[in-house]
Structure formats: C-alpha cells, structure tokens
C-alpha cells in the first residue's frame, strides 16, 4: 500500500492510497492513519488507486473518522471504484464519512463545514 499525504489548500489534507487495502495494507496504513486522524482538521481520503478493500482497511478508515469527528473535524472519502464504493456502502460506512467522485468535490465540502463551523463559535 502506498501512501501519500499531500497538504492542500484551506488546511484540507489529501491522503491518496495506492494498492490494495486488504490485511497487509490495513496493517501498513493503521500508524500512519492514527497520526492524521490525531492531527488533521480535513482529511480527504483519495481511494482512485485502491483496487480492492477489506473489513480491515474499512475499519482503518473508520476509526480514523470517529477519532477526527471526536475531535470536531471532518473526513471525506473520494475516487472509489464502483466494487470498493459498494463495499463501502455495504458496511454503513457512508453514513458517517460522505463519498464524493473527486478530490474537488469532497475538498470544497470539508471547506464548506470548516467555515460552517467556524461562523458558530462564538
């Protein structure tokens, strides 16, 4: 599994993954994922490359999205193919982390919330 973090514009973090996200590749991603879900205000989840994800990379993916929402910031996932999309929604994963097509699309909402968000604090 490679990954790449890439510090985008407006505070958005990119996490592009490439390769499958099965046992060994859940295993690699788990540390790095810990770190960005401690750390990130947005974090899009890039999954153009993964060709296949199992019940591990799926838990990978969600408890990193319950440690940012804890923390009050948000994840967004995009680039799904349509069997790793259909896993995805299987698992009820979609409820919490929203899918979007693109980087674009998933990046413009986390900023949309993030100045939501912001207008709230007093």
């Known amino acids: 599994m490679n990954i790449d973090v890439i510090e985008a514009d407006r505070g958005v973090t990119h996490v592009v993954l490439d390769g499958r996200f099965d ?62 999309e259909k ?9 919490i982390v929203p899918l979007y097509p693109d980087f674009a699309s998933a990046a413009a909402w986390l900023t949309k919330r993030q100045a939501e968000f912001a207008s709230k604090k007093p």
């Open 23 to 84: 046992i060994a590749g859940a295993q690699e991603a788990d540390p790095r994922f810990s770190t960005l879900a401690q750390t990130s205000n947005s974090l899009v989840v890039d999954l153009a490359g993964v060709s296949f994800i199992a019940s591990l990379g799926v838990r990978t993916l969600m408890v990193s999205a319950k440690t940012l929402i804890r923390r009050g910031a948000d994840m967004a996932v995009c680039g799904a193919n349509e069997n790793v």
């Open 87 to 95: 896993v995805l929604r299987s698992t009820g994963f979609d409820e």
